[in-house]
């Protein structure tokens, strides 16, 4: 059975610190899709990224960067120099073969950026 | 374009009342999904309709239902209200790639 897990239920950082979420998965499907969203406190889940199994690539965008292991079947999120705006719920999420319009998610980090 | 939209976007029922959600996807988007976020529970798939059939089903008792119309909006509906169905309703609508844009969702609070 698929499952995501979020080990780090809530997290506080001062802002310009880095921070990593970490996100473990269990899948016995070869193919499988992993994602992040973000959860401001509007409610809106906003898409960060998807990442499919076959690409270990790590990603970067702007203070954002991923790291995908296989291995440890890890697909952990970092912020650099973190910033107010950061301040979120952040989930981690899998879907198997090439079902994306079945999603499960990880129960969420929620991240608190303190000024 | 206008983003996915949700109505109403807050409600109150009482139990064994019976609440129907409405999700208006992105225009051009015909694939809906709703989730269902408990603090409990955390986000849960409920179903997905594609071109108004019924694709996946999350585990959710019968009480839950859905469609989709053939302008690709689509209602949920709960029967039975219990307590436990307090949530807040989350709809995403895609097109073909495989990016999900959420709605702001539906705060539904059963008494």
Redesign the interface.
């Known amino acids: 059975a698929q499952k995501v897990t979020q080990a780090q239920t809530e997290i506080s950082v001062v802002e310009k610190e880095d921070v990593t979420l970490d996100c473990v998965y269990e899948t016995r499907d070869t193919t499988y899709?992993l994602f992040w969203?973000k959860q401001p406190p509007?409610?809106?889940?906003?898409?960060l990224i998807?990442r499919n199994s076959f690409d270990e690539q790590n990603e970067i965008s702007g203070r954002y960067s991923w790291n995908f292991q296989k291995s440890t079947s890890s697909f952990n999120f970092t912020i650099t120099a973190s910033q107010v705006v950061d301040s979120a719920v952040y989930?981690c999420?899998l879907s198997e073969g090439n079902?994306?319009?079945?999603?499960?998610?990880?129960?969420?980090t929620r991240l608190h950026i303190l000024p | 374009k206008a983003g996915v939209t949700q109505t109403p976007r807050y409600l109150i029922k009482t139990r064994g009342q019976q609440v129907t959600l409405s999700c208006s996807p992105i225009s051009g988007h015909r694939s809906v999904s709703w989730y269902q976020q408990t603090p409990g529970q955390g986000l849960q798939f409920l179903f997905e309709y594609f071109s108004e059939t019924q694709r996946n089903k999350g585990n959710f008792p019968g009480r839950f239902s859905g469609r989709q119309f053939s302008n690709s909006r689509s209602e949920m509906n709960v029967s039975t209200l219990e307590l436990g169905d307090s949530a807040l309703y989350l709809c995403a609508s895609r097109d073909f790639s495989y990016e999900q844009y959420f709605g702001p969702g539906t705060r539904l609070t059963v008494t």
């Open positions: 899709y969203y509007s409610g809106e889940l906003v898409f998807r989930f999420a079902r994306d319009d079945k999603i499960i998610f990880g129960k969420g």
